[in-house]
């Protein structure tokens, strides 16, 4: 079974910085993009960062470009995202994300997996 385990949440200073990692198993993870989401309170779930499988391009929005990292390493099917200057608005619970098709998902336009998601909240 296809399964994504975040860690590294916790309480950090505005100004701090904090690493979370995502444990994949269940399919070939050197094979599909994995994304970072945040969902804070009241507000819809946003994209935080994306990076590709074969390239390792990365994608980020606007409001933590410069300060989030996120990296992949293909032979412990892990991906980080690394946060730096961290700010009270970047408070939210962060997910682990893929999309998978065939032969995880039979559509071939896939389908997203999630993580259980790992609180951040930055605070004084």
């Known amino acids: 079974q296809v399964q994504l385990v975040e860690s590294g949440g916790g309480l950090v200073q505005p100004g701090g910085s904090l690493r979370l990692s995502c444990a994949a198993s269940?399919?070939?993870?050197?094979?599909?993009?994995m994304r970072w989401y945040r969902q804070a309170p009241g507000k819809e779930r946003e994209l935080v960062a994306a990076?590709?499988?074969?390239?390792?391009?990365?994608n980020y929005a606007d409001s933590v470009k410069g300060r989030f990292t996120i990296s992949r390493d293909n032979a412990k099917n892990m991906v980080i995202l690394q946060m730096s200057s961290l700010k009270p608005e970047d408070t939210a619970v962060y997910y682990c994300?893929?999309?998978?098709?065939?032969?995880?998902?039979?559509?071939?336009?896939?389908?997203?997996?999630w993580g259980q998601g790992t609180q951040v909240t930055v605070s004084s």
């Open positions: 994300n893929t999309r998978l098709g065939p032969p995880y998902y039979s559509a071939a336009w896939g389908k997203d997996y």
């Open positions: 269940g399919f070939t993870f050197s094979s599909y993009a």
């Open positions: 990076i590709t499988s074969a390239s390792g391009s990365t």
